[in-house]
């Protein structure tokens, strides 16, 4: 079967609890329990880090993989600073759609950058956690 990676960097496996009026109260496992149901002619996978290595690491195992038809990435704060992130997206051959919660461009001017927009497909902001459906919405119209 076909699988999409949900893949998020820091700080993302406190969803829930953190920053509530930012982020809402849902939490990941409701996020993913979610969308594998909305979409069950496909595996939803799911992978979170708080190490920019890590999730290098995890964009590379599926990188190569055919079965993977893309990534959904909300690399959290790495978002604005990590060009070894940005690298590893233009590394590999699975097309990646970058995603975020709130509003980035809404919020302080150093969330305006984005280190891994130029080598993404595209770019989902601010519609709470159903950023994460748009994401693979578009990954599955690719
Ligand atoms: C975020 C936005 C980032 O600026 C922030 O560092 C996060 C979450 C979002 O989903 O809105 O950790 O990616």
Redesign the pocket.
């Known amino acids: 079967m076909n699988r999409i990676l949900v893949l998020n960097?820091?700080?993302?496996n406190l969803l829930g609890t953190r920053e509530p009026q930012?982020?809402g109260y849902t939490t990941m496992d409701d996020v993913i329990e979610d969308l594998q149901s909305r979409f069950s002619g496909i595996e939803i996978e799911y992978f979170q880090s708080n190490c920019e290595g890590e999730i290098i690491d995890k964009l590379h195992a599926v990188g190569f993989d055919s079965q993977c038809i893309g990534v959904a990435l909300?690399?959290?704060?790495y978002?604005?600073t990590s060009l070894a992130i940005a690298d590893a997206i233009a590394a590999i051959k699975t097309p990646v759609v970058e995603?975020?919660?709130?509003n980035?461009h809404a919020?302080e001017s150093i969330?305006h950058t984005s280190l891994i927009s130029p080598v993404c497909r595209g770019v989902i902001?601010g519609f709470g956690v159903d950023?994460y459906r748009l994401a693979i919405e578009a990954i599955l119209n690719f």
Request: glycine share 10%.
């Open positions: 960097g820091p700080n993302l930012i982020y909300n690399a959290g704060a978002t604005h995603l975020h919660i709130s980035v919020r969330r902001a950023s």
